[in-house]
């Protein structure tokens, strides 16, 4: 059974900087180097957003793509050795305050969260001015 379990999240001034970590459990680290892995936020009263994703070895490895408003200030990496996935966030803004979920995806990676197959149940983040 895969599960995916996030870390990491918490609350911040604006400024600051926080490291989200997700473990994926359930595959071997062959499987997992095969799946791209994403991380989405919601926020109260909003749906849910994209905010990162990264590529598998089958597409193009570690290529990653960022929302227009994360671009510059978060970096997402993995570690295939570890069944990990990371979100690195700097500079956070009140705005950026949301539940933060990683999932993964059996297929490409992708910006939409329909496509994903596994998530984890999420870690809160809070930035306050």
């Known amino acids: 059974q895969v599960q995916l379990v996030e870390s990491g999240g918490g609350l911040v001034q604006t400024g600051n900087s926080l490291r989200l970590s997700c473990v994926v459990s359930?595959?071997?680290?062959?499987?997992?180097?095969?799946?791209?892995m994403g991380w989405f936020r919601q926020a109260p009263g909003k749906e849910r957003e994209f905010v990162a994703t990264?590529?598998?070895?089958?597409?193009?490895?570690?290529?990653?793509l960022y929302a227009d408003s994360v671009k510059g200030r978060f970096t997402i990496g993995r570690d295939d050795n570890k069944n990990t996935v990371s979100l690195q966030m700097n500079n956070l803004k009140v705005e950026d305050t949301a539940v933060y979920y990683c999932?993964?995806?059996?297929?490409?990676?992708?910006?939409?969260?329909?496509?994903?197959?596994?998530w984890g149940q999420g870690t809160q983040v809070t930035v306050f001015s």
């Open positions: 999932a993964l995806d059996l297929g490409g990676y992708a910006r939409t969260s329909a496509l994903y197959d596994y």
């Open positions: 990264i590529a598998s070895i089958r597409w193009s490895a570690g290529t990653t």
């Open positions: 359930g595959v071997d680290g062959s499987t997992f180097r095969s799946y791209s």
